[in-house]
C-alpha cells in the first residue's frame, strides 16, 4: 500500500476487528461527501486472478529467462566512456540534419552523453548511482511479479483494514 498513489497524507487507515467490521466501516466511511474512495483490504485481490494470473504466467514464459541469465561484470570506467561516446555518436547520426522534435532531442541526449564521457569518473559513477541503481530494482520488481501467486484474504494478512481516502 506503501506505493499506492491513492494513499497520500490526506488519507486515513482504519483497522476492524474482522473483515465483516471492515467492510461496514468502509461501507459508511463511502458514504461521507469528503471521502473520494473507501476499500477494504479485499480490494487488492484481483477479482479475476485466474485469467490475470494466466496472461502473467505467459509473459513470464516470454520474460523469464532475460532475467534468469548471470549478470556479467560491470563495464570499467574505459568501457563505460566508450559506450557513452558511442551512443553519442549513434544518436547523433540518427538525428542527421532534421530539425524535427525527435531529433533535436536526441542531439541534446548525444551532447549530455559526451559530456559525461568528457566527465570525471566520479561523476560517471553518480550517474550510475542516479541511473543504474534504480533501473536495478525496477527490473527486480518486475522479476517479482512474474512469479505472481493466487492471493486469498487467509493468505495476505493477519488483520483487516479498511481504507479511505480522503478528497479535500
Known amino acids: 500500500m506503501s506505493n499506492d498513489p491513492a494513499i497520500d497524507a490526506n488519507s486515513a487507515q482504519v483497522l476492524a476487528r474482522s473483515h465483516d467490521d471492515a467492510k461496514a466501516i468502509a ?21 479475476d486472478q485466474s485469467r490475470k494470473l494466466t496472461l502473467i ?3 513470464e514464459r516470454s520474460l523469464g529467462p532475460a532475467f534468469d ?9 574505459e568501457e563505460n566512456i566508450g559506450a557513452l561516446r558511442n551512443a553519442a555518436e549513434a544518436l547523433d547520426a540518427a538525428a542527421g540534419k532534421s530539425s524535427a522534435q525527435g531529433a533535436r532531442a536526441a ?3 548525444a551532447g549530455d552523453l559526451s559530456q559525461l564521457a568528457n566527465a570525471t569518473e566520479s561523476d560517471r559513477v553518480r550517474a550510475t548511482n542516479a541511473f543504474i541503481i ?26 483487516h483494514c479498511a481504507e479511505l481516502a480522503m478528497c479535500y
Open 107 to 109: 542531439r541534446r541526449l
Open 134 to 159: 534504480p533501473l536495478e530494482m525496477d527490473l527486480d520488481s518486475l522479476r517479482q511479479s512474474l512469479r505472481a501467486k493466487p492471493v486469498d484474504m487467509l493468505s495476505c494478512s493477519g488483520f
Open 57 to 59: 504466467r505467459h509473459a
Open 27 to 47: 461501507s459508511k466511511l463511502a458514504e461521507v461527501p469528503e471521502v473520494a474512495e473507501a476499500r477494504t483490504f479485499e480490494s487488492f485481490i484481483p477479482s
Open 69 to 77: 541469465t548471470a549478470p556479467e561484470a560491470a563495464p570499467t570506467d
